[in-house]
């Protein structure tokens, strides 16, 4: 057996995964078992075709579930190089993966692998959405949506007609009393309508986030880029910044047809006249030293857990006000050095620096993550030569080299807004933690 085929095989053991096909089970002989005894498929032409549809939802749901999981986004290979040597100044540099990001790939944390038109990390299929399963994944939702339609549909007439069964029987409606409701399957039927009713509503979310990320040709990621890109040009307008125009945006029926018709290679990708392969990767590189021009350097004061509600060690206000994001937590130890780029009232996320015993383990990269702001006081250094203070040493994860203190020197000319962008893309204000 192949490595790859038993990594593949080891993402079923997770819990999305498990969770996922184990409600499947218990919803459709839930739903097969009330439909024997409401619309039995021997009763006529309509109630076989009823029963079919079931084993059609059924399969297609797995079907395109094991297909998105297994076929995943498409890694980039590693230590990945452009064919043009030359064009590496457009790109930047994944330390994990020891190579560089094609354009519209992005590096997940949890497969850790750079992944082609990365999307987002799905919990339920343990794997990303991205270039090669956003089909499937939209498939998989339609299926799991139509089903989960059926199945209500199936489970609330049939438990109507067990709660008339009485009813029916004194009418004389004999044919009709074919309902026998007992606890076990009327437990197993409100268990289920509960299943399908919240998972269809998240379906009909995902649903509708998909449709719009395929109708714009704009992942997630790629909308946060673009929304960094309108701040960027808008908080300071003196500096004259050429308008962003995303290259990918082709409009909505060329858009569907590259998700759904075309193969392509996931690294090169058809773009707008006047755009080319290194436009969005480009804007990418801009952010990175704006990102690097307001970084903050703090000191751990006092240690932090790396829990992700830290009631005991930092108190229950700080844990209510717990940043609602997936990123993670890190832990930190007194004289830590961490270079902060995102603030919020009672928490910062920054990129902690590794220890030499770290280096020899194999760690690649700084250490990123949120940690309460109390836990670290920002710290002032006015000595220029001081390069360990310098946030280009550590921001951004890509190898530093000699036209870096270019930028950093053609920076000091450019107005920088020092505030950081919040997730609306508006500036917030700066907080001093004591």
Excluded at 113 to 138: E, L, T, Y
Excluded at 340 to 349: A, H, K, N, S
Excluded at 351 to 378: L, Q
Aim: with cysteine.
């Amino acid at each position: 057996m192949s490595c790859d085929l038993k990594d593949d095989l080891r993402r079923f053991l997770h819990w999305g995964p498990i969770t996922l096909l184990s409600l499947t089970l218990i919803v459709t002989w839930t739903v097969i078992d009330m439909n024997s005894m409401w619309w039995n498929p021997v009763k006529s032409p309509g109630s076989l075709i009823n029963y079919g549809l079931i084993w059609f939802h059924t399969f297609g749901t797995l079907y395109y579930f094991i297909k998105s999981l297994m076929v995943g986004p498409g890694f980039l290979p590693l230590r990945w190089y452009p064919n043009t040597v030359t064009d590496t100044e457009f790109l930047q540099f994944c330390h994990r993966c020891n190579g560089y990001k094609a354009p519209r790939t992005h590096h997940c944390r949890r497969c850790d692998r750079c992944v082609m038109k990365m999307d987002h990390h799905c919990p339920w299929i343990n794997n990303c959405v991205g270039w090669s399963n956003q089909a499937s994944f939209v498939y998989f939702l339609l299926f799991f949506l139509s089903g989960s339609i059926q199945g209500s549909i199936i489970i609330i007439c049939g438990v109507i007609q067990g709660i008339q069964k009485r009813w029916y029987i004194r009418q004389g409606l004999h044919h009709l009393a074919t309902v026998h409701l007992t606890p076990t399957n009327l437990m197993a039927c409100v268990f289920s309508m509960g299943v399908m009713t919240g998972t269809g509503l998240a379906s009909i979310k995902l649903l509708y986030m998909q449709m719009k990320v395929i109708l714009k040709n704009q992942t997630e990621i790629e909308s946060w880029i673009v929304k960094k890109a309108v701040f960027r040009r808008n908080a300071y307008p003196a500096n004259r910044i050429k308008a962003f125009v995303f290259p990918y945006n082709l409009g909505w029926s060329a858009n569907w047809r590259e998700v759904f018709l075309s193969s392509g290679d996931g690294i090169s990708w058809p773009v707008l006249p006047g755009c080319d392969q290194y436009t969005l990767t480009r804007e990418q590189l801009e952010q990175k030293k704006d990102k690097r021009a307001r970084t903050r350097l703090y000191k751990c004061i006092r240690p932090a857990t790396g829990h992700w509600v830290p009631i005991f060690s930092q108190g229950l206000w700080v844990s209510l006000k717990i940043p609602c994001t997936d990123d993670p937590r890190i832990a930190l130890q007194p004289g830590d050095l961490i270079h902060v780029t995102r603030i919020q009232d009672y928490w910062l996320y920054g990129e902690r620096g590794i220890s030499e015993e770290e280096k020899v383990r194999g760690r690649k990269g700084g250490i990123r993550g949120w940690f309460p702001s109390c836990c670290a006081m920002e710290v002032f250094d006015e000595d220029p030569e001081n390069e360990e203070m310098l946030p280009y040493n550590i921001a951004g994860g890509e190898p530093y080299n000699e036209t870096d203190k270019t930028d950093e020197e053609n920076m000091k000319n450019t107005k920088v807004p020092r505030d950081f962008p919040s997730q609306d893309g508006k500036p917030q204000k700066r907080i001093r933690t004591n």
